[in-house]
């Protein structure tokens, strides 16, 4: 089963940007690899999704702002965060869901997670 290690979570003011890294212990190129994220007294709420095609699916919430991506050489998912909004603020978490070519199915394996504080 791969593990997961995320990194760079950090404060930031509004508007600014950061990306955040998840290390795979091993190739994560066949996982639906997916960025959640929970703020205080909330849900967690998915933010993004790749799939084994490398297709890309957004919350709403962030569309425009972040962008997903993949580097299989590295075994790392990254999670390019730009024009941050305070309402951005939460411990973000990377999961590996295992994946046919159409779909992703099965339980999810989860990082540790990264904080992200913006302030306004």
């Known amino acids: 089963q791969v593990q997961l290690v995320e990194s760079g979570g950090g404060s930031v003011q509004a508007g600014g940007s950061l990306r955040l890294s998840c290390a795979g212990s091993?190739?994560?190129?066949?996982?639906?690899m997916r960025w959640y994220r929970q703020a205080p007294g909330k849900e967690r709420e998915e933010v993004a999704l790749?799939?084994?095609?490398?297709?890309?699916t957004y919350a709403n919430s962030v569309k425009g702002r972040f962008s997903i991506s993949l580097e299989n050489a590295k075994n790392t998912l990254y999670l390019q965060m730009n024009s941050l909004k305070s309402e951005d603020t939460a411990m973000y978490y990377c999961?590996?869901?295992?994946?046919?070519?159409?779909?992703?199915?099965?339980?999810?394996?989860w990082g540790q997670g990264t904080q992200v504080t913006v302030s306004s």
């Open positions: 999961a590996a869901q295992g994946a046919t070519p159409s779909s992703c199915r099965g339980s999810l394996v």
């Open positions: 091993g190739y994560i190129g066949n996982y639906c």
């Open positions: 790749i799939d084994r095609r490398g297709r890309t």
